[in-house]
């Protein structure tokens, strides 16, 4: 339901050129050639293993979208100025160690009026929901995934990179000085997730 709402409001036509940042698996790739059909989609990600796990999903897709792949670092694009219509991320920001170049590289590969979507864990806005979401990332999380893993050590990480990275307001703020005109947002699941929409 999260990657359906991401790809409709990319607000995708069949002419669309799409780069999807940080694609790992390929989940949100897919979903935005299956259901919003545009005309091309660049799947990338700075871990080549990754891609190929997401080449072997998509290799059953038999729509009109073309599919592409590459190895990119997403803080460093090596694509020409205005070379996307749409570029989208899900949750690869948060683990971006400088988020700033990754917003001022997608707004110089944008074209005017194009629209950068960022699906990512967010802030619950209701305090005694946010009181125990809180709790359930750093007490249960690394305690199942402790269980089922052996290990706990990566889902400390997981629930501490949510809970450093900036709520709806200042996300919107970042991407505001990254020169982005006009940046609004969509909570899901009560702000547990957010889905950030900037227009150049």
Do not use: C
Request: proline fraction near 6%; aromatic fraction near 10%.
């Amino acid at each position: 339901l999260w990657r359906r709402t991401t790809v409709r409001l990319a607000r995708l036509r069949r002419s669309s050129e799409v780069l999807d940042l940080a694609a790992g698996t390929g989940d949100l790739t897919l979903a935005l050639a299956e259901q919003g059909r545009p005309a091309r989609v660049l799947s990338t990600d700075l871990v080549p293993e990754m891609l190929e796990v997401a080449k072997a999903k998509v290799a059953v897709y038999e729509g009109p979208t073309i599919i592409e792949f590459d190895v990119v670092d997403a803080q460093a694009l090596p694509m020409p100025d205005e070379s996307f219509d749409v570029v989208t991320v899900g949750f690869g920001v948060r683990n971006m160690p400088d988020r700033a170049a990754n917003f001022s590289e997608v707004f110089r590969v944008l074209r005017p009026g194009g629209r950068y979507v960022v699906l990512e864990f967010s802030r619950p806005l209701f305090p005694p929901f946010r009181a125990l979401y809180h709790f359930y990332l750093r007490t249960v999380i690394p305690l199942l995934g402790e269980k089922l893993t052996g290990d706990r050590a990566s889902f400390e990480y997981l629930n501490e990179s949510i809970l450093s990275f900036p709520g709806q307001v200042a996300l919107a703020g970042e991407l505001h000085k990254a020169g982005f005109s006009e940046v609004t947002w969509r909570n899901l699941t009560f702000g547990i997730v957010a889905v950030h929409v900037a227009v150049k």
